[in-house]
């Protein structure tokens, strides 16, 4: 029979958890793309967190990352069978990021929407052990203990998932200078309707994803190309000229812009750079992944 914990064993439990509150959301968002989600896998991990004895556990940390992980492995299994059924683009979900998230740049980068799109092409076991190994810096024990894998077979998951990831993400870090440049050049291109302006700004194989989860009108397959994608950009924003008006924003560690229409936030885009030019344009309308860009959400490694 297991005994309820005592008061001060309670305590010892939300102080460790409020500790590590922060961590324990990046690594759920990170492996889900989803702040909802990972909102309520940290729920899940509190009540399983609150029934843990102390006295038994050497590693907080450790052992509350075992628990969000598997959660969260639990929750992505799920999230993958809801994805087959969306309506249109599946798109991350956006955050308002702290300015400290934007400094750590290896923080950053691993949040940003290029890369979250990259880990989507993950297996869920690929995607746990890539983000414990390559973001957070886990030992393969640690992470064989959370994924219920051998230390070897963590091994040759995260050599698998290491080089999948390299074939697939932006050729070198972008700094916030270089995304800021792009995006005040694309936002005065829009702003102007200078379709040659914008032309130079987007790179020639861009593509654009549009994430309406069919509740807002957006793309329902990528759009690829800078042609294609300058007219469509020009012609959707310029119909609602005179009610729109974008602005700058630190979302997922990187400066991206938000779109207003009558005065209320209606997409958020963040854009993939290579060498100076946009290579993707990630437009997100969908309103339910739109609640954490009304407060500025905490990330930690």
Do not use: C
């Not at 999230?79 to 059924?85: D, F, P, Q, V, Y």
């Not at 995006?183 to 020639?204: H, K, M, N, W, Y």
């Not at 000229?241 to 602005?247: C, R, Y």
Request: charged letters at 25%.
């Amino acid at each position: 029979m297991i005994s309820e914990p005592s008061g001060r064993e309670r305590d010892g439990a939300t102080e460790a958890f409020v500790a590590h509150r922060n961590l324990l959301f990046t690594v759920a968002y990170e492996m889900l793309g989803s702040a909802a989600d990972a909102e309520d896998v940290l729920q899940e991990t509190w009540l399983r967190w609150a029934g843990v004895d102390l006295a038994e556990v050497r590693d907080h940390r450790a052992y509350l990352v075992r628990i969000t992980t598997r959660q969260a492995l639990n929750r992505l299994r799920t999230l993958g069978r809801r994805k087959e059924s969306y309506v249109g683009s599946w798109l991350p979900e956006p955050l308002l990021t702290t300015p400290d998230v934007a400094e750590d740049v290896e923080l950053a980068d691993s949040v940003s929407m290029a890369m979250m799109l990259v880990l989507e092409t993950l297996t869920p076991t690929e995607r746990a052990v890539f983000v414990l190994r390559e973001v957070f810096d886990l030992g393969y024990d640690e992470i064989a203990e959370a994924v219920e894998k051998s230390p070897a077979a963590v091994r040759q998951i995260a050599h698998r998932a290491r080089a999948h990831v390299a074939a697939r993400r932006p050729r070198g870090v972008v700094s916030a200078a270089e995304s800021r440049q792009a995006l005040e050049a694309f936002r005065r291109a829009v702003e102007t309707g200078d379709l040659q302006g914008l032309l130079d700004i987007l790179s020639p194989d861009v593509v654009l994803l549009g994430d309406g989860g069919g509740v807002k009108q957006a793309v329902l397959r990528p759009v690829t190309g800078r042609d294609k994608v300058a007219r469509l950009v020009l012609g959707g924003l310029l119909k609602h000229a005179a009610s729109l008006s974008l602005g700058p924003a630190q979302v997922n560690g990187y400066p991206a812009l938000v779109v207003h229409l009558d005065g209320a936030l209606d997409t958020v885009v963040a854009v993939r750079l290579d060498e100076g030019r946009i290579t993707g344009l990630y437009a997100v309308r969908n309103p339910e992944k739109l609640s954490h860009m009304r407060r500025e959400t905490a990330l930690r490694r």
